[in-house]
């Protein structure tokens, strides 16, 4: 199975500031890339599919690049509401895979 | 609004059966998504368990194939997992989703917590 590392884990930023969450697959999964977001006792939200993508609702500040086995997202302008830990999934191959998680905190 | 909300006993003894249902509102399972079910065990990561789709067709985990099982019930709108064999490690918080035919999840339950202890 394809195994995914996220990196760093756990990441202090300020609100306000950019943040850049990085995911790196253990071999090439093209394009098909998504990541989440996840709170504590909430359901993961999706953010970005298919490296780049934006899902339905997602505000213009998250951005995703990549392709291969590298990957990131980047949130340009840090809000309350992003403080969360993030999930980078691949599905370009079964079975499904997720990296372990950057948890995004406040600094 | 697509809703999923998962079901089930939160407490199951070592060697039995856990089983869960996930019940959608606001789509018809039947309508082209795949539905499938996520663990996340306490402080670590997320794992893909298997995905089934309206017709019956399922892809399963290869670490978890041996034990899980998945079916569907269009009639009520639901969707179930068992998973036999239970043991410490298979507690989770145990999540449903629906799955795009591209592999991502753009809708996702609430997630319950089980527990697997006598």
């Known amino acids: 199975e394809i195994v995914m590392a996220q990196s760093p884990a756990t990441l202090s930023v300020s609100p306000g500031e950019r943040a850049t969450l990085s995911c790196r697959a253990s071999q090439s999964v093209s394009s098909n890339l998504a990541w989440y977001q996840h709170k504590p006792g909430q359901a993961p939200r999706l953010l970005i599919y298919?490296?780049?993508t934006r899902a339905t609702g997602i505000p213009a500040r998250f951005s995703g690049s990549g392709s291969g086995t590298e990957f990131t997202v980047t949130i340009s302008s840090l809000q309350s509401e992003d403080f969360a830990v993030y999930y980078c999934q691949q599905y370009n191959n079964w079975p499904i895979t997720f990296g372990q998680g950057t948890r995004l905190e406040i600094k | 609004q697509v809703q999923l909300q998962e079901s089930g006993p939160r407490l199951v003894k070592p060697s039995e059966t856990l089983s869960l249902t996930c019940t959608v509102s606001g789509y018809s399972i039947s309508s082209g998504y795949y539905w499938g079910w996520i663990r996340q065990f306490p402080g670590k990561g997320l794992e893909w368990i298997g995905s089934?789709?309206?017709?019956?067709?399922?892809y399963y985990n290869p670490s978890l194939k041996s034990r899980v099982a998945l079916s569907v019930d269009t009639s009520k709108n639901q969707f179930s997992l068992k998973l036999n064999s239970v043991t410490a490690a298979d507690t989770a918080v145990y999540y449903c989703?629906?799955?795009?035919?591209?592999?991502?999840?753009?809708?996702w339950g609430q997630g319950t917590l089980v527990t697997v202890s006598s």
């Open positions: 089934i789709y309206h017709s019956g067709n399922t």
């Open positions: 989703a629906g799955i795009t035919t591209a592999g991502f999840s753009d809708y």
């Open positions: 298919g490296t780049s």
